[in-house]
């Protein structure tokens, strides 16, 4: 309590006579749960001209899942074209939700400062959510045993049919909540389909709150027909997966324009530090994932740019999914490089076109082929 305290009065003395807009967050640490909300809510709080707090649904435990949308409002009577970065809903993997943060610290303190930040936040509504589990996040930071620091899956309550290698029957707690999605989903695909699996789909498709959030926030009329790029970040692999990973050799129609633009990214990100990504679908580099979060949106959606990073290290470390916390910062400035040439790309291609009021016609013309060539 008293740390928590002490927390929150740092927090209000850096806003003000430290000259950011951003609440502090040592992004050379790593961070508990309580400092990303602070965090999260202080930044919209201290920024009401361009930066709003987003709560998209609760957890399991109840815990907000929490974002921002940095963006200048709309001129009256028009909408925005939209971006979405996210940490990702893998409880272990904390680099990915810091290096969130350090997106949100770029976007909040170059406005008005730095004219490539500004053109973002003028034009563009960009949608950060840091952590989608934060139920499992909390929970991997409670101990440094394998089992608790390595947790995966969400926090749903324990289903006993699971199975060991020589047991039947165990009681396991957790979903996977990246195969939650319904998306080649099947109660047959094994391991998928064991509760004692760190993949657990779930009993059926979006039986988890946290994955129903982040559907249903995609499909509302606040997004729908104007997110036109998605990034969810994971750790770790240096891969920049394209869609569609629940079976092997399976593309959406515009795949050629999704690795174009992937290619270009990574190539950006090498040129700071030489972190080399491969680009392709999971499926086909590593082996098929039911149930994924980007290619749900990618099916389902009109949204052109979907792709998950796997950030580094690369895959040679065995279960590498928490680097050195100085390595966030690096980490953080290569990501955002990549990141830039998708802002930059989604400018360009959208310029002419403006998105309408949530209508069936909206979805229709961002669907057609003249949306694509814009
Ligand atoms: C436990 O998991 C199995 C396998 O997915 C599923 O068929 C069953 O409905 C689950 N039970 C509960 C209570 O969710
Ligand atoms: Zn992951």
Redesign the pocket.
């Known amino acids: 309590m008293f740390v928590y305290l002490l927390g929150t009065l740092f927090v209000c003395v850096s806003g003000v006579n430290g000259g950011t807009r951003t609440p502090y967050f040592d992004l050379t640490v790593y961070n508990d749960w309580p400092q990303f909300e602070d965090y999260v809510k202080g930044v919209a709080h201290d920024n009401p001209s361009f930066v709003q707090l987003k709560t998209i649904g609760r957890t399991r435990e109840g815990r907000p899942l929490l974002g921002v949308r940095i963006g200048k409002p709309a001129a009256a009577g028009k909408r925005k074209i939209a971006v979405w970065f996210d940490g990702g809903n893998h409880a272990r993997e904390w680099p990915a939700f810091h290096v969130a943060v350090y997106f949100i610290e770029k976007l909040v303190n170059g406005y008005l400062i730095d004219d490539k930040i500004t053109k973002y936040v003028e034009t563009l509504d960009i949608y950060v959510f840091p952590v989608l589990n934060p139920d499992g996040f909390v929970y991997s930071r409670t101990s440094s045993r394998a089992m608790i620091r390595q947790w995966r899956k969400n926090r749903a309550p324990e289903?006993c049919?699971g199975t060991g290698p020589f047991q039947t029957d165990i009681c396991c707690v957790g979903v996977d909540l990246n195969r939650n999605y319904d998306i080649g989903f099947s109660?047959k695909s094994y391991p998928f389909?064991n509760?004692c699996s760190d993949e657990f789909q779930g009993?059926y498709p979006f039986s988890e709150p946290e994955s129903r959030a982040v559907r249903d926030f995609v499909m509302s009329s606040e997004l729908y027909g104007r997110l036109y790029a998605l990034v969810s970040m994971h750790t770790h692999g240096q891969l920049w997966i394209l869609p569609y990973n629940y079976h092997k050799r399976t593309y959406p129609q515009d795949i050629k324009e999704l690795e174009a633009l992937a290619n270009k990214a990574a190539e950006r990100v090498f040129a700071y530090r030489e972190t080399k990504y491969r680009v392709g679908t999971a499926a086909d580099m590593l082996g098929t994932a039911t149930g994924g979060a980007t290619d749900w949106i990618k099916k389902n959606t009109p949204t052109k740019y979907v792709y998950v990073l796997e950030l580094p290290p690369d895959m040679k470390t065995w279960f590498a999914f928490q680097v050195k916390p100085h390595w966030l910062i690096p980490i953080g400035k290569e990501t955002w490089l990549g990141i830039e040439v998708i802002m930059d790309q989604v400018i360009e291609e959208t310029k002419d076109f403006q998105p309408t009021e949530n209508t069936a016609d909206s979805t229709a013309e961002m669907r057609s082929p003249r949306f694509k060539q814009l």
């Open positions: 289903n049919t109660q389909n509760p009993p």
